[in-house]
């Protein structure tokens, strides 16, 4: 999850721009994960129950999971309605043509490279679609993660 995180961070890097002095607000977002993290290994614990012999305890294995949830989103200024029309039709029409472009590699590889191919396709269309209005625009990623309560593995 680190190195998505870091792959979206690179991507962004290029449109990013210094927010304007006007009032700033979500403009559109996409969640591009949210569950357990599938690159941190998860944390364990045994410790010792009554079993149903008595006087001998039983071990029992607990794990802690972590959770993350990765949001793509722009912000921009509140006061012009059709640039968050214009970023939010960007942004779908990035998350859509990356989509396809991930699928494609996806296919024709059995995975290898797909989500290099998403972040690549989805970052240069979303560049390529906001050029003109970048200057009013703030473009990052949030990255949430905690781990979960002590649990059954």
Known sequence: MRMLALSIAILLFGVSSS?????????WQHVLHDGIDPFTPWQTRVDWVPSSIPGIPAPRTQCKKMRTKIILYVDGPSSVGDVIARV????????RQGLFSGLGVALLTG????????LATAGSSF???VTNISNYLRIGYDNIAEWTDWGVC
Request: overall charge positive.
């Open 88 to 95: 939010q039709r960007c942004g779908d029409d990035a998350i």
């Open 111 to 118: 995975g290898a490279g797909a989500l290099n191919s998403f």
């Open 127 to 129: 560049k390529a679609c």
């Open 19 to 27: 927010p304007s002095a006007t009032a700033q607000q979500r403009l």
